[in-house]
């Protein structure tokens, strides 16, 4: 009798065949003496749609909301649909004992593995391979240790409240708002609170008033000094900063005191998902999507890194003993930062790290025993590993030491001080890739009574400034904050916002559009409340531990539904497309409203009947300038497909370049014309193909 290994994905199908023994190799699973091991497709189930259950729903009329199905039914996804008819066939074998979930160990990986076997109708035992890792130690002891699929019944309902809610107000809300006011308009229990958090920012911004300020500086013998008082450097009243400015010019100034304070910075926590998105932004201008997508390959394809879509910062105290197999892995490509930490046995420093209690489904985000081969990594995913690296060896270091020292000075009755920090022990910070040094005016050479003659003075005005726009590193700590979707969805949530054409973004920062604005007010004032979607987020928590009912939480989700497609019917709220032009439709008449995608920018019908849409800017192709370097457009004209610059102005055939192909290009080439049609087999032939089927 053999176990059925269901795997999220082929990638990790494959990994956990080959450290199974599992060698035959099918279209759809592998095959061994105790093990099949076969893949989803990501999610091979989903929820069914409006039309699934009355055809009507097919079109959308406002009359018809809120949908509410009596029992939320699944269908098979039909683009993946021949994967799941494979593991139906593998499911009535009759030498299949069981199933192990082998999906990611977490609510989502749960959800895709239940409705797979709920849709077999499996009867069979379940097991439950549980690891954070995808290391060969790690999956021969995940094996080793298999837990009762009925340990995740909780995480499974938890998965499915998430699933239904989502759909129940998503959909119900979205198909409201379009309907109503004839433009697509999508809403969310968590899309909408983040995007409410957003246009707070920005009222905050337009409604700020800049107020001048002035702030003084003055060379008092060896010191740079600034005036303070109180705390406060800023003088908001120009009569008096020049009267201070006259009253100290040429004056003594005598030191009053000198404060000392030795300080203690603690080693940073390792990472959990949001912080390390966070960071990434911070440094690197990543996305939380890209961040997310370079971890994920990090964790899958290299096995370098432990489970991504983690809420941790902390460690089991079983992990003490791994943490010396660990700096094995780092030792080639961290050599000089890890040898010395070898030669004290890989111990921890960090002791407060190892908390059992801190530690929920999965633990922090660092590196696993996997030996490192940085050569084999894209510089985004050097980078990415980089920072878990270093944010790891930290903890077998000491903790940052410095002095901070303080002189106060009198000149006149008016304070002057002078700050400076001395490093004593760098600790953790030696890994930072910063430098850390004593700042240059030595402050321990100075005795208090000293007097100094006043030189230099400096007077600047300066005007307060508004808050910042939100960076994506800001959203997500704002995200983190209110309890706004879970680290494994915040990526989405964000991107779901740029999609919808509610923000921009801009040098990094979210902008508001006047589609977001006119949206937000829009959308019911419950449904842009952060603390009503984190108490909905915090019952999903408590689902998946057992301790909440899940029929309360749908019941409860149902009754909001009805309130809120409710109030949107007999809102008075007025709405306008911000996008419209004054062109019309060719084919219905409608005016055409401008959208921009990733590809430039295109037209569309206004009409939600009509699916009229034309592409306004020519498309920009991967050939480059030879002058100016940038992407050249792409037209059509009586000679057929051409290239050309609009700064430069160089116009290219298509065919010119046909001797100079890239490698990308040569491979979709190969690719296209080797398998259907008997050119030969040089790049020259399929080139020549290519034209010639092209004319």
Not at 159 to 167: I, K, L, M, S
Not at 314 to 324: C, F, G, W
Request: with cysteine; charged share 30%; hydrophobic share 30%.
């Amino acid at each position: 009798m053999k176990s059925l290994v269901l795997a999220e994905k082929p990638s990790v199908a494959r990994e956990i065949a080959r450290v199974l023994g599992c060698k035959q190799s099918n279209k759809s699973y592998i095959e061994g003496n105790q093990y099949i091991v076969t893949w989803a497709l990501g999610h091979l189930i989903e929820l069914k749609m409006p039309e699934h259950y009355d055809k009507k729903y097919q079109n959308w009329n406002l009359e018809d909301l809120p949908i509410i199905p009596d029992q939320m039914g699944t269908k098979v996804m039909k683009q993946t649909s021949q994967q799941f008819k494979a593991i139906e066939q593998l499911s009535k074998r009759k030498d299949i004992k069981d199933c192990i979930i082998a999906t990611d160990a977490g609510r989502e990986g749960e959800l895709v593995a239940r409705w797979i076997l709920e849709k077999l109708h499996w009867k069979k035992p379940i097991k439950r391979l549980w690891i954070s890792s995808h290391t060969d130690r790690s999956i021969k002891e995940g094996f080793q240790k298999l837990r009762p699929g009925k340990e995740f019944e909780a995480l499974y309902q938890s998965a499915v409240c998430r699933a239904e809610a989502d759909w129940l107000i998503g959909l119900n809300v979205t198909r409201a708002l379009t309907t109503k006011y004839q433009d697509p308009l999508s809403a969310g229990r968590v899309q909408t609170p983040t995007l409410a958090l957003i246009l707070e920012r920005e009222k905050g911004i337009q409604s700020f008033i800049p107020k001048e300020y002035w702030t003084i500086d003055a060379q008092i013998g060896p010191l740079k000094t600034s005036w303070e008082k109180n705390g406060e450097k800023r003088i908001f009243s120009s009569d008096s900063a020049q009267k201070i400015v006259e009253k100290i010019k040429e004056g003594k100034g005598k030191v009053v005191s000198i404060q000392r304070k030795k300080k203690t910075e603690q080693h940073p926590l390792p990472y959990d998902l949001t912080e390390l998105q966070r960071d990434a932004n911070h440094r690197y201008g990543f996305s939380a999507k890209k961040t997310l997508n370079v971890l994920q390959k990090l964790y899958e394809q290299y096995k370098l890194v432990t489970y991504p879509r983690t809420d941790s910062r902390y460690l089991t105290t079983d992990m003490e003993a791994t943490m010396l197999d660990r700096l094995h892995g780092l030792a080639s490509s961290y050599k000089d930062e890890v040898k010395p930490l070898i030669a004290k046995k890989g111990k921890v420093v960090a002791k407060k790290i190892f908390n059992n209690e801190k530690v929920t489904d999965h633990h922090a985000i660092i590196p696993t025993e996997e030996r490192a081969h940085i050569s084999d990594l894209s510089p985004d995913e050097r980078k990415l590993y980089d920072l878990i690296v270093r944010r790891f060896l930290m903890l077998f270091h000491q903790a940052y030491e410095y002095e901070g020292i303080k002189a106060i000075i009198d000149v006149d009755g008016e304070t002057f001080t002078a700050h400076e920090t001395a490093v004593i022990q760098l600790g953790f910070r030696a890994l930072t890739n910063k430098e850390e040094s004593s700042t240059t005016q030595s402050l321990s050479k100075i005795a208090e009574g000293q007097t100094y003659t006043v030189q230099n003075v400096q007077l600047e005005s300066r005007l307060t400034e508004p808050p910042a726009r939100y960076s994506e590193a800001d959203v997500l700590t704002q995200m983190e904050k209110y309890g706004l979707g879970t680290p494994a969805t915040r990526a989405e949530i964000i991107e779901r916002l740029l999609q919808t054409e509610v923000v921009e973004r801009n040098n990094g920062r979210f902008h508001t559009t006047a589609k977001g604005r006119q949206l937000i007010e829009l959308v019911n004032d419950e449904l842009k409340s952060p603390e009503l979607t984190a108490r909905w987020e915090q019952e999903l928590e408590k689902i998946s531990r057992g301790k909440s009912d899940p029929k309360v939480f749908r019941n409860n989700i149902r009754q909001q539904t009805k309130q809120l497609i409710a109030e949107i019917k007999m809102s008075n709220q007025k709405y306008r497309a911000h996008n419209l032009t004054g062109s019309k439709c060719p084919e219905c008449g409608s005016f055409l409203k401008e959208r921009n995608t990733k590809e430039g920018k295109i037209l569309v019908c206004s009409s939600l009947e009509c699916h009229y849409r034309k592409r306004k800017d020519p498309k920009l192709s991967n050939r480059r300038c030879p002058t100016c370097h940038k992407k050249m457009e792409m037209h059509e004209g009586k000679a057929g497909l051409y290239f050309q610059c609009r700064r430069c102005n160089i116009v290219e055939k298509a065919e010119d370049k046909k001797k100079s192909v890239s490698k990308k290009e040569e491979r979709k080439l190969v690719q296209k014309y080797s398998q259907k049609d008997d050119f030969g087999t040089s790049l020259g032939d399929l080139l020549k193909a290519a034209i010639e089927k092209k004319d």
